[in-house]
């Protein structure tokens, strides 16, 4: 079975600089992808990163980028420039194909700090 | 372009009375998966519903129980409720259970008393 671990339950930045939030997980499968969710109050989910594990360029999306390491089973999130709007809780997920059963982890509570 | 919508926004229900979470996938979606997730903790995956067949089921009892429309909306069902179930359920839609990531809706507050 395939398990999503989030060691840093809460983290801290400051406005303007940089962090980047931890994710593991385990699994046999040699396709399959990854997600970094954002759940603000609102408590929407909201996708902020993905990537496809046959890939071996780390996504990228404006501010946010992962480090992807499939040999070590490691895909953390790095967040650049951080805004006060990047408050929320982060969650990773991982999925097999054809898709369905989505897999996330605890969660880590990001603050940013003005 | 609306998004994936929920109703109710919160219920508080008894413990064991029945309880039925609506969901509207976003525009142009057909797959609707369905999320419980407890305080605290990342969502679990309920089920999840294409051509109005149940395709995925997580490791929730009978008790949890699901339907899709052919206009691809869908319910949640629970049955007999239990403390245990208070939690945000959350829906989700994509298109043919690709695997681009799928969209959320702010989920259904369920508190059972």
């Known amino acids: 079975a395939q398990t999503v671990t989030q060691s840093q339950p809460e983290m801290s930045v400051q406005e303007a600089e940089t962090v980047t939030l931890s994710c593991t997980y385990d699994t046999s499968e040699n396709n399959y992808y990854l997600f970094w969710y954002k759940q603000p109050p609102s408590r929407q989910m909201i996708l902020v990163i993905r990537?496809?594990?046959?890939?071996?360029q780390n996504a990228t999306e404006n501010r946010f980028s992962v480090n992807f390491q499939k040999a070590a089973k490691s895909f953390s999130l790095k967040i650049s420039d951080s805004q006060l709007g990047d408050t929320a809780m982060y969650f990773c997920a991982f999925m097999k194909p054809p898709g369905g059963d989505m897999r996330f982890g605890a969660g880590t509570r990001l603050t940013v700090k003005p | 372009d609306a998004g994936v919508t929920q109703s109710p926004t919160h219920l508080i229900k008894t413990r064991g009375q029945q309880v039925t979470l609506r969901c509207s996938p976003k525009s142009g979606h057909d797959t609707v998966s369905w999320y419980q997730q407890a305080l605290g903790q990342g969502p679990q995956f309920i089920f999840q519903?294409?051509?109005?067949?149940?395709?995925q089921r997580g490791n929730f009892p009978d008790r949890f129980s699901g339907h899709q429309f052919p206009n691809y909306s869908s319910e949640l069902n629970v049955n007999a409720l239990l403390l245990g179930d208070s939690a945000l359920y959350l829906c989700?839609?994509?298109?043919?259970?690709?695997?681009?990531?799928?969209?959320f809706g702010s989920g259904t507050r369920l508190t059972v008393v």
């Open positions: 989700a839609s994509s298109l043919e259970r690709r695997t681009y990531g799928y969209t």
């Open positions: 519903y294409y051509e109005e067949e149940e395709r």
């Open positions: 990537q496809e594990a046959y890939k071996q």
